[in-house]
């Protein structure tokens, strides 16, 4: 089944740095894979989509990149913001088709004046 | 943009009775929508799609008897957990796509803490 790994461990970094959070995956091979934002007691909000056939995707302070080889999608945040702080959740197409999607158990991102 | 919105925000209940949770595409018409199980720490684990006016489908291990889900339509899906316990106890997301396509971005809800006493 598919598998998708992101770094449980929190990541503190200072404010204005770039913050780099890493989504891995295995068993699987997706057409496309999304990323989200969700704070505390929220749900996710979408912040970009990248397709198998695209290496990099911008968006104002953000970036994607997604490696089919290495089966691995990276997504940074440029001069980063205390109002960044926020857990980001990766998320695969699923096997099933159609919008279902499966999640990673996301990176808890936390930027420190 | 897209809202969907979920109520109740939170509900304490005791153990043995029901509890219904709606999902409302305000919007936007949604023929599907998911919904998904958090636990503390841990990921969105997709419970159910809901399809507009036909029968849920069910993840493998999610008892459909237990959280009964009903799309009646374009616009509102809920979820009821029957009998609740408290291993029932969690947040509750439900989402929909904006669009019908394929590979649509989801819009979720802000979810539903329940509580089983």
């Not at chain 1, 496309?32 to 990099?56: A, M, T």
């Not at chain 1, 997504?75 to 096997?95: E, G, M, V, W």
């Not at chain 2, 219904?20 to 958090?38: G, H, N, P, V």
Request: charged share 20%.
């Amino acid at each position: 089944s598919q598998k998708i790994e992101q770094n449980s461990e929190a990541l503190n970094i200072q404010e204005g740095k770039t913050a780099t959070l890493t989504c891995n995956y295995t068993n699987y091979s997706p057409a496309y894979l999304q990323w989200y934002r969700q704070d505390p007691g929220r749900g996710p909000v979408f912040l970009l989509l990248i397709r198998e056939n695209e290496k990099e995707k911008r968006k104002e302070r953000l970036k994607v990149t997604f490696d089919t080889t290495l089966k691995q999608s990276l997504f940074h945040i440029t001069a980063s913001q205390p109002a960044d702080s926020a857990t980001y959740l990766c998320a695969l197409d699923s096997a099933g088709g159609g919008n279902k999607l499966t999640f990673g158990t996301g990176t808890q991102l936390k930027v420190e004046l | 943009g897209a809202v969907v919105s979920q109520h109740p925000s939170w509900v304490i209940c005791k153990s043995g009775t029901s509890v219904k949770i709606e999902c409302r595409s305000l919007d936007f018409q949604a023929t599907t929508m998911f919904w998904y199980r958090q636990f503390p720490k841990q990921s969105l684990m997709l419970m159910a799609t809901s399809n507009e006016g036909s029968k849920a489908t069910y993840e493998q291990g999610v008892e459909k008897d237990k959280f009964l889900i009903n799309h009646a339509s374009l616009t509102l899906s809920t979820l009821t957990v029957t009998s609740a316990h408290p291993e029932d106890s969690s947040f509750y997301i439900c989402s929909a796509a904006g669009e019908a396509t394929y590979n649509s971005p989801l819009h979720f809800g802000n979810g539903t803490r329940l509580t089983v006493t």
